[in-house]
Structures are given as C-alpha cells and as structure tokens.
C-alpha cells in the first residue's frame, strides 16, 4: 500500500516536473512585464499593443506585458509600488525626469552595464544627444529616449495678415516676440482685448517653459549631477523678467498666469495670435484649426532653445541577467529607426534618432507636414528638462516662483532667491 | 458547560467582528500608523527609514506653504459653509411649498450633487476660462473687460469657493426637505391663528425644529471643506503660487509628488486633529441648543 502511494507521488512529481520544464522553454524563455503611461490620452494603447504584438511575431521566445498605468506620475507610482511588494516589472516607460529618484531608489540599472556587445554600444549612441540629456548621469546611461517631446511655437497666420505681419516670418528673437506680440493684440471700440498677441501656460508645467526661456538666454536650470539649480543666476532673472513683462509691460501677453488646460481652445478659438505649446498638441490642432496656421522654432535671446520632454525606458535592477537581455532585446526592437518613424507618426513624437528621418514613411510624412519637422531641426537647441534629485520638491519651489512673479506677489530677483536659497537646503546633502 | 452569559458575549462579539475587522484594518489601524509614521524619517535605500522624534513637526511650523494651505483652508470653511446652507435652506423652503413643476425643480436643484466632482470642475474650468469663458463672455454684454479669474491670486479662491457652493447646496437641501416634510402641519396652522408672520415662524418654529438637520449638514460641510479637492486636480493643481492650494491636496503633493511619505503622515496627523477637535466641539456646543423630539 505505501509502497504504491510511494510510487504514485513519484510518478506525479515527475510529470510535474516534465509539465514544467515543457512549458518553459514553449511559451517563452523570459516574461517580461512593463509599465507605460500615457500623457497625452487617446488610441495611444493601441499603438503600443500593435508593436508589442509585431515584436512577439518576430520574437516569440520573449513574452512583453505591456501595461497602461495612467500619467507619468501614476506609472512611477505603481512600478515603485511594484518593486516594493516583491512583484516588481523588468522594464518600464517612465518619466526622462524620474531618473534620480529612481537611482535613489536604487530601482534601475544603467545600460552601460548590461551592454556587452559592440553593436549595442553603439546603438546607445544612436541617438539625439539632446534627448539622452535627460537620461544620463555619473557618466552612465539610465534611459533611453522613447515618446519625447519639445515646446514650439503655435502661430495664426490670419492673424499675422489682419495685423500687417509676414505670415511666413515668425519672430525669431525676443524682441521682435515682444514687437510683434504687442502689434497682433486687437482690441475692440472700447478698449477691451478680442485678441492677444501671445499666450505662455503657466500652470501645469511652468518650470518647462521657463527652461525654454533660461537655455534661450544662454543659462541651463541644473548640472548634470542633478544636485545643483541655478535659479538665482543674472541670466535666469533677466528670463523670468521678459516672460512677466510680455505681459505687464508689454501688454501683449494677459497679466497672471496663463491656463494650460485651455490654452490651446484660446488659440483655436483665435484669442491668441502666438502660443508656445508641447509638440504633442500638433495632431490636434491640426484638426481642428479652422485658420491658417504656421509651426516655428522658439525665438532666440542669446541663442535658441527648448526643453525636452517626455518618457524614457528603463530597466529594474531586480531582474535576472537573461531578464535583463530580454528587455535589451526588446528596447532596442521598440527604437529601430522604422519602428520610431511609425511611432513618431502615430503620436506627434520626436522620432528619437536622426537615421528614423531618413526612413521613407517620415521622409514622405515630413515632405506632406512640413510642421512636423520642426520639432526636429530645433532638438540641436535642446537642453535637458529640469531633473534633479528631490525633483518633486525643486520643481515645485520653481514653479511657485514663477507663479509669484507672474501674479506679481514678488520681484524675479527676490522669488528665485528664495526658490534658490530653499533648492540649495535640498540638495546640500547629495554634493 | 458554557454559560449563557458567556454564550451571549460570545455571540455579541460574533456579531461585532466582521465590522470590527473591517473598521481595524481601513481605520484605525491607519490611523495609528500614520501617527507612527510621522515621528520617522522618510527612507530610500540608500538612507534607511530612522526615528526622528518631532523633527517633521518641527519642518511642519517653519513650512511656509503649509500655513499658507491652512489659511486658504480656513477661508475656504468660511466662504462655503454658511453660505451652502443657507442657501440648501433657502432652495428647500422653495421646493416644499406649493410651486409649479416642484418636481422639476428639486431635480435641477439636486442635479449639482449627482454629478463626478471631476467632471464639474472641467464645465467650471471653461467657465472660468478668460475671454472665451462663460462668464467673461456674459460680462462682455455688458462691456465689462474680462478677468483672468483662476490666474489672479485674488480671485482664484474666491472662484473655487462658488463652484463649491453650487455643488454641495442641492446636496443638503436634500436634508431639509426630508426635514421640512416631517414637521407636522399643526404648527403652521396653529402658527397662522395667531397672526405669526412668516418670518416670525420661520425664525421661532421652523429653523429651531430643523437643528438636528443643522447638525448634520454643519459637520458633514466642516468635513467636506477638508475633505473635498478633486477639483483642485483639474482647476487650478493648488496655483497660483499655492493661492488655492488646501491641505489635503497639500497632503497629496507632498506623498505622491515628492514622495515624502513622513511629511505627509505629520500633514495627515494634523488633519486629523484638526477634524476631529471640531467634530467634537460641534456636538458639545450645539447639543444645548437642539431640540430633539
């Protein structure tokens, strides 16, 4: 009797181990799981399942569950959330300016260390410089650039003809934005403004327009260490300075702050001339701009500039090796250039690499849109977005500074002093 | 052998588990771990989680955005309070007398409550909007310029405040119907023999009778003016410069914005003190004066 239960149990753990060892190496010799967010809403999950499904095709030993995890913050959360509670992703599409919390976290890995061969070195050199700026630090690199964005500039052409300016000469510098600016505000018989010349969120995201403005004039906002801001520098003054005068001395610009949330129904709607705006918004206006519109590189003071935006890959540190490989794979699968180019196309995105432009789908896309090359001939003029460590805490002491200035609560000297001085309390510890 | 007495605690407890269990795990137990949390530093890998003491406390009195958040807040109590229910006051006298098309009434009255905070605010936020919005554009019939009414520090409160009133007023009208329509109609007859006027009955009858209903409706408004922030989210994310900023969202930023679980949990502590100081005084110093029947 015991002798059969004996031999029952070794025949069924056989089995299992055979059912086990079977199924492995059928279905797939990793699984990987990923977070993406999604910022901009819309059929955006289903691009990103058809690419998952094309790679499964061409790769069916490694299986991607690729996850909707709502906004940029949402997805830090939950993965962070993950890794915590033992179930943690491989990979994940999170925030370029996630990067030092994450490091501090001491949830990711840098891709130089999971690189070996010589091909994949240079793919990490296949991209835009000014993208991987967000994405790298300590000299390494932590993320790869993915769905990026920049600001452009938004312009009614109409309105550039009802106010004698060239529709196809946008201001190029800061004075002609300000000359212009107050030539296009039309005001109706009793002095009430029907149209502004130009619009600058400020709310939602003011610290990434003001990067636009500090890199035009020649000043970044951080090292590349991510533990120094450099609010309190002339240059940054004489930025936040120009954007409040746009509006109180100027008058070309509404004085307070400007809603980013509706911003972009001012423009269509034709009560602004000018909007500065993510690059991310073009497929909409596109659609519904019932007048001539134009898209054009942000204007220079000392030189020209922009933020980048957007989400980068990243790998988890808790992986296994071939965990680790698996999720190259399928990174470097996600940024081949024809991959980018659809992606780019699907979405408003920067393609991430020079060589996805000379694909034929972009090349015939841009020659059909001119617009959407723009974002691209400005990326020489990108700079990183604002990331430091505490980055939650410094953007917001920014963005508060900025608001006072604009509300006209403080002076730009004073509030970025004070947003320096509170900055500096911050990060003195990570030096 | 057991007791019955024993038997009956038994079976009283028995009773008393599944919402003791619930109750533990989603509040008290939070509760108490949140106090604990917030004598505790913030902990990456890197810097392990240690014991502080009153430092976050300490960090909280010298926070110039958290005063700035209690005084919106108490502004914000101010403004939405008193003037919700008067006005849920005012709507529910009107639906309980003899009108026409009381039905339809009552529902347009109620219609604010029923709808997602989120949603309200995104109407309210094209409302707002300068120049194009609703209001600006109504003001611009009559010639006046428009006002960048969210992007103003004066006035963004002051926006967040109506848009609050009209959304919770049809909601505690609601209970004063319900209170309106128990008092017996004796009163008011008795009331009209006499030669009271209206107004007379309404301040010696009607309002003292409708205090338990104050109660409430005052407690469930204190909450709710701590409580509510999802259309900060939408409106204004607490701008400008924090001017419409309120504690819990204050709260929220701070946990998962920056990601300062410690300073969030010091936030909370005070939130909870805070809530629970007033819902106590409410029923000490107002109990007196309510009659209940």
């Known amino acids: ?431 | 052998m057991i007791s019955s007495s024993t038997r009956t605690q038994v079976y009283g407890w028995l009773l008393l588990t599944p919402a003791a269990i619930l109750l533990i795990a989603f509040t008290h137990y939070p509760t108490v771990a949140t106090l604990a949390k917030s004598f505790f530093s913030t902990g990456t890998v890197t810097r392990p989680t240690k014991f502080v003491g009153a430092e976050n406390y300490a960090l909280m009195v010298t926070d110039e955005v958290f005063w700035k958040v209690v005084d919106n807040n108490i502004w914000y109590a101010i403004g939405t309070i008193p003037a919700s229910i008067a006005i849920a006051i005012l709507m529910a006298l009107w639906v309980n007398s003899s009108i026409s098309a009381r039905g339809l009434v009552r529902m347009a009255y109620f219609t604010p409550t029923v709808l997602p905070m989120i949603a309200v605010a995104n109407v309210w936020l094209f409302f707002y909007t300068p120049d194009i919005g609703l209001i600006d554009q109504v003001l611009g019939l009559f010639g006046i310029p428009g006002h960048n009414w969210l992007g103003d520090p004066d006035t963004v409160l002051g926006c967040i405040i109506v848009m609050t009133i009209w959304k919770e007023a049809g909601f505690f009208m609601i209970f004063y119907l319900a209170a309106l329509q128990s008092l017996p109609p004796e009163l008011n007859e008795a009331a009209r023999i006499e030669g009271a006027s209206r107004w007379y009955y309404f301040r010696r009858v009607t309002f003292p009778l409708l205090m338990p209903t104050t109660l409430f409706v005052l407690i469930n408004a204190f909450i709710n003016s701590f409580k509510l922030v999802d259309h900060l989210f939408i409106l204004t994310k607490g701008g400008p410069d924090n001017a419409s900023s309120l504690l819990l969202y204050y709260i929220y930023e701070v946990a998962f914005s920056f990601f300062d679980e410690s300073y969030a949990a010091t936030l909370t502590v005070v939130l909870l003190g805070v809530l629970a100081i007033i819902s106590v005084g409410q029923f000490v110093l107002l109990d007196k004066r309510i009659h209940y029947r």
């Open chain 1, 1 to 431: 009797m015991r002798n059969l239960l004996r031999r029952q149990l070794l025949a069924f753990t056989s089995a299992m181990v055979l059912a086990l060892g079977w199924s492995g190496t059928a279905l797939a010799a990793a699984e990987l799981t990923m977070y993406y967010p999604v910022a901009v809403g819309g059929p955006l999950t289903k691009v990103v399942d058809d690419l998952v499904a094309d790679f499964h095709k061409e790769h069916p030993d490694i299986k991607v569950n690729a996850i909707y995890a709502g906004n940029y913050n949402d997805a830090r959360i939950k993965a962070l959330a993950a890794l915590k509670s033992g179930q943690p992703a491989q990979l994940s599409v999170m925030f370029s300016i996630d990067i030092y919390e994450l490091i501090e976290q001491d949830a990711i890995v840098a891709f130089d260390d999971i690189v070996s061969t010589e091909e994949e070195k240079q793919w990490l050199k296949s991209f835009y410089p000014s993208l991987m700026e967000n994405g790298m630090t300590q000299s390494k690199v932590w993320g790869i650039p993915f769905q990026r964005s920049t600001i452009v500039m938004y312009y009614n052409k109409d309105a550039f003809r009802d106010a004698g300016l060239d529709p196809e000469k946008p201001p190029q510098n800061w004075n002609e934005l300000a000359s212009m600016g107050k030539q296009l505000v039309k005001k109706d018989a009793s002095g009430n403004v029907e149209r502004w010349g130009v619009m600058i969120p400020s709310t939602g995201y003011p610290y990434w327009m003001f990067g636009a403005l500090t890199m035009q004039n020649g000043q970044v906002l951080m090292n590349n260490s991510g533990n120094q801001t450099y609010f309190d520098s002339p240059a940054v003054v004489e930025a936040l300075t120009f954007w409040r005068d746009l509006g109180t001395k100027q008058g070309a610009m509404p004085s307070g702050t400007i809603e980013w949330g509706t911003l972009r129904q001012n423009f269509l709607e034709g009560k602004t001339a000018i909007m500065w705006h993510s690059t991310g918004n073009l497929t909409a206006v596109k659609k519904s701009a019932s007048f001539d519109f134009g898209v054009a590189m942000l204007p220079a003071s000392k030189r020209r500039g922009t933020p980048t935006g957007g989400g980068n890959f990243y790998i988890f540190k808790q992986t296994t090796p071939e965990e680790r490989k698996a999720a190259l794979t399928f990174i470097k699968w996600m940024t081949q250039p024809e991959r980018t180019a659809e992606w780019s196309i699907a979405t408003g995105y920067i393609g991430t690499r020079p060589d996805a432009y000379q694909t034929t789908k972009l090349v015939n896309y841009v020659t059909q849109f001119p617009p959407a090359a723009v974002a691209r001939d400005q990326l020489q003029f990108a700079t990183a977005e604002l990331s430091t460590y505490q980055t939650g805490r410094v953007r917001k002491l920014l963005d508060d500074a900025i608001q006072s200035v604009l509300t006209g609560a403080k002076s730009p000297e004073e509030a970025l002093g004070d947003a320096q001085g509170q900055a500096d309390r911050l990060l003195r510890r990570y030096r």
